[in-house]
């Protein structure tokens, strides 16, 4: 049985569109209901939310084998006021593994807890040449000399509350989309890439009135960033989950922007050898152009569900993303490698 066809102008196209929606961690909502609203035109998905606020998407079908599981985040990294200075200017909190030097003058809306949303810029304390010259350099890029400067008429402490800025509102950076000769460049590719792949996979089948040959829940997850985003969420009954997240690219990986990898192991241990197996097996059938790879610094959703005691068999597969957690890029073709790699789970 051959895939049926991915309308790539879709996928690209939901994608931009989620990745100019701000979604840091705890701050995911408007993501999460963006997904459901798209989701929600298939008449084939039963949607709910878990109580923490992710995203389920039940496909039931009539099949003697148990269910399973694929899960892709929504959340991105980002950031909460920690401090108001006394000149105004704001310091910040990190969310998940967000280094300084990624973000330098990056710029970011302030969501304040008033309903306002105010813009601002990130910087370091030094940050004007003809005042500090050569020692900007040697300025610690860290949480304590990192600022948000505030396009807004604030000198003190008192006039940037007044704006409703509150300690532990939301600070989100912004993406950068740009799409160009097929190259998809923009913070937070990771993981709303894999989202877009599990939705135009979805859409795929359910445009070619297919349907997987067996009940498969899809868990779009708000909380990965910070380790435990699918601990909860997924069904006992489920068999297997497959994990959709991004492959590292760079010096040293196998991982490219035109393929889809299989991640054999990364920080958190080695994943499923059956699983793996049986996703290689479908790659091969379908001409799924595919890497294997080793990630250093990397965790998943699916770990974390292990790590909370759940008893299924976990792989984990995405497309190849450049500069992950900085100003990240992938390729439309690793995008459609990964759905197709999909689509090839779900029918087998
Ligand atoms: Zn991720």
Request: aromatic residues 8%.
């Amino acid at each position: 049985m051959s895939l049926p066809a991915i309308n790539q102008d879709y996928l690209v196209d939901f994608l931009v569109k989620l990745l100019n929606i701000p979604s840091p961690t705890g701050f995911a909502e408007p993501a999460i209901a963006f997904v459901e609203q798209e989701l929600s035109q298939f008449s084939q998905l039963q949607l709910t939310r878990t109580r923490k606020g992710a995203l389920i998407a039940k496909w039931e079908v009539e099949s003697d084998l148990p269910p399973v599981a694929l899960t892709a985040h929504v959340d991105t990294l980002g950031a909460v006021v920690k401090e108001i200075k006394s000149n105004g200017r704001l310091r910040l909190s990190r969310i998940g593994g967000v280094e300084w030097p990624t973000v330098e003058t990056e710029g970011v809306w302030i969501f304040a807890s008033n309903g306002e949303n105010i813009r601002g810029s990130i910087l370091v304390d030094t940050a004007s040449g003809h005042i500090y010259g050569q020692d900007m350099k040697q300025t610690p890029r860290d949480d304590d000399h990192m600022e948000v400067r505030l396009d807004a008429r604030t000198l003190s402490k008192e006039e940037t509350r007044a704006l409703g800025i509150r300690i532990g509102d939301c600070a989100a950076f912004d993406p950068r989309v740009e799409v160009t000769n097929g190259f998809i460049r923009s913070r937070h590719l990771d993981d709303k890439a894999c989202v877009a792949n599990i939705v135009s996979a979805i859409k795929s089948l359910a445009d070619a009135g297919q349907s997987p040959s067996r009940t498969v829940y899809f868990h779009i997850s708000n909380y990965e960033e910070v380790g435990h985003g699918a601990s909860s969420g997924i069904p006992p009954e489920v068999a297997e989950l497959l994990t959709v997240d991004m492959a590292v690219v760079g010096h040293g990986q196998e991982s490219d922007e035109f393929n889809v990898t299989l991640c054999i192991k990364d920080a958190g241990g080695v994943y499923h050898e059956g699983f793996n197996k049986k996703l290689r097996a479908l790659a091969e059938q379908h001409a799924v152009p595919y890497k294997t790879d080793v990630y250093r610094y990397y965790a998943s959703d699916g770990e974390a569900f292990w790590r909370a005691g759940g008893d299924v068999a976990v792989a984990l597969i995405g497309p190849g993303i450049d500069a992950s957690h900085n100003y990240e890029r992938t390729h439309v073709d690793g995008l459609v490698a990964t759905t197709n790699w999909i689509m090839a789970y779900l029918l087998g």
